[in-house]
């Protein structure tokens, strides 16, 4: 198996940017996705691929990714973004997967 | 509608067993991969287990050979058999549909989630 690294929590104040980091070898073969949760509520992907967002997805968000490491972009920030965020990859056997530990953004 | 429904969670004492079923609607399940994720209380995302649509399978190491995941085209439902449980497995279990394209796989559908208690 194989893990993915992030950043336990951010914050980003109302209308500014913010960037998560994802890091894991299997990130040099495989892209990330990326999903968004809220209290009680189940994960809700945001981004996948190259730079995808699901249809009802804000284009404030945005992928990106280099080497080992992916990124999760957040364009101005709005109130309802507070959330963890988690991302996702195959792991480096290409059978299973794996998640990061998450992100906890704050929106100040 | 295109959806996932959980169900068969509850109370369960260690050493017991417990089958979650996922039921479908809006696609059939053996055409997706088809993972179940599960959460501890107050804790992150673990990836459980899949099922691809050739019926390959693979589990975490975590619950490999305890757990069993399946399918039912008939019923268009999703199973994960859990055996042999212990505390640790007490979690919100949640099923998601997978898509792939190049280089890239990920879950783009999910229930809401049965939760499973271990404890006696």
């Known amino acids: 198996s194989s893990e993915l690294t992030q950043d336990p929590a951010v914050s980003v104040a109302l209308g500014q940017t913010v960037r998560i980091t994802c890091q894991g070898d299997s990130l040099r073969n495989f892209y990330a996705s990326w999903y968004q949760q809220k209290p009680g509520q189940a994960p809700a992907l945001v981004i996948y691929?190259?730079?995808n967002r699901p249809s009802g997805i804000p284009d404030r968000f945005s992928g990106s990714s280099s080497g080992n490491t992916a990124s999760l972009t957040i364009t101005g920030a709005q109130a309802e973004d507070e959330a963890d965020y988690y991302c996702?990859?195959?792991?480096?056997?290409?059978?299973?997967?794996?998640f990061g530990a998450g992100t906890k953004v704050t929106v100040l | 509608e295109v959806q996932l429904v959980e169900s068969g969670g509850g109370l369960i004492q260690p050493g017991g067993s417990l089958r979650l079923s996922c039921a479908a609607s809006?696609?059939?399940?053996?055409?997706?991969?088809m993972s179940w994720v599960r959460q501890a209380p107050g804790k992150g995302l673990e990836w459980v287990s899949v099922?691809?649509?050739?019926?390959?399978?693979y589990y975490a190491d975590s619950v490999k050979g305890r757990f069993t995941i399946s399918r039912d085209s008939s019923k268009n439902t999703l199973y994960l058999q859990m055996n042999s449980l212990r505390a640790e497995d007490t979690a919100m279990y949640y099923c998601?549909?997978?898509?792939?394209?190049?280089?890239?796989?990920?879950?783009?559908?999910w229930g809401r989630g049965t939760l499973v208690t271990v404890s006696s």
């Open positions: 809006g696609f059939t399940v053996s055409s997706n991969y």
């Open positions: 691929g190259k730079n």
């Open positions: 996702n990859s195959r792991d480096s056997s290409g059978n299973a997967y794996v």
């Open positions: 099922i691809y649509s050739g019926s390959s399978t």
């Open positions: 998601a549909r997978g898509e792939h394209r190049t280089n890239s796989w990920y879950f783009d559908l």
